[in-house]
């Protein structure tokens, strides 16, 4: 097994009204500069933010969960985080539409982050449509470790591919699989894992994406010693442990299960301790 080190739980978050500093139009997605001074510092690969939108006569009550996709800091902004956002509903479309100045109430970071190999290791790096963005922010880190960095980007179609020539930039290697055939290889994204887990002697995969392809990964890697490090997109009400709408049934070393909050104990877990086949039943405690 690969040495990890977890970071802590919500020990740094903070809430706070912070400045959209950018907002940039990348494909079907836009690519938000959120200024949050010294906090940048606590903010992880794997973290995400918590956001109340919709101004302040909205009446969406409840804030949304946005992931982190990488940290920068610069003379003209400080500190900032880089966001992903797809304006499928009314409180991502509404973020999608601010404009450089204007403040959000965003409350930061939280959840688990991606554990980072203490020596340097080979990773493949898997992401699903717009939920990959988190991976590029990873590869640099990983990078900086000596690490291999590997990765497969996959959708549906080629518009839903999130900055191909980026992540191509960002690792060792790319591929893109898409089920259409619109761009890279046609077909799903776990099609070659076996394979380059054996070709690349595959110490850790990191993944982000839809959750039937995150447990399509665990089934892969099923039995074997290839840690599985995945963000789990679970819907989170409320983003700091409270609700318990966002549980998922994980098992301990035990072999106990019980219901986890994937805004506390994820949305990084280990993809081997998701009882997957249990996702959205009713678990009997």
Known sequence: MVGLAMAGINRNA???????VGNKK????????????ELVAQCKPGNFVAISVGGPNSKMVLRRA????????????GGAI?????????????????????????????????????????ALLV???????????????????????????????????????EGKRSVNSLRIFTEDGSMGETGRITAPIAQLVSELQIDVIYSCG?????????EILNGGDVVHQCAVEEAMACGIGICMTCVLPVKDEAGRISNLRSCIDGPVMDGAAIEWDLVGKTLVL
């Open 82 to 122: 880089e966001l992903i956002v797809a304006p499928h509903g009314s409180g991502s479309s509404w973020l999608c539409g601010l404009t450089e100045g204007e403040q959000i109430d965003i409350t930061l970071p939280l959840g688990t982050a991606f554990g980072i190999p203490t020596t340097s290791v080979n």
């Open 14 to 20: 903070a809430q706070l009204l912070a400045t959209i």
């Open 26 to 37: 990348v494909g079907q997605y836009h690519q938000i500069l959120i200024s949050v001074g």
């Open 210 to 218: 839809p959750m039937a392809m995150l447990k399509a990964i665990s």
């Open 127 to 165: 992401g699903g449509g717009y939920g990959s963005a988190p991976l590029f922010g990873l590869a640099e880190v990983l990078k900086e470790r000596g690490c291999r960095v590997d990765m497969l980007l996959g959708a549906s179609t080629g518009a839903k591919i999130y900055a191909p020539l």
């Open 66 to 77: 946005f992931a982190i996709s990488r940290t920068t800091t610069s003379p003209q902004f």
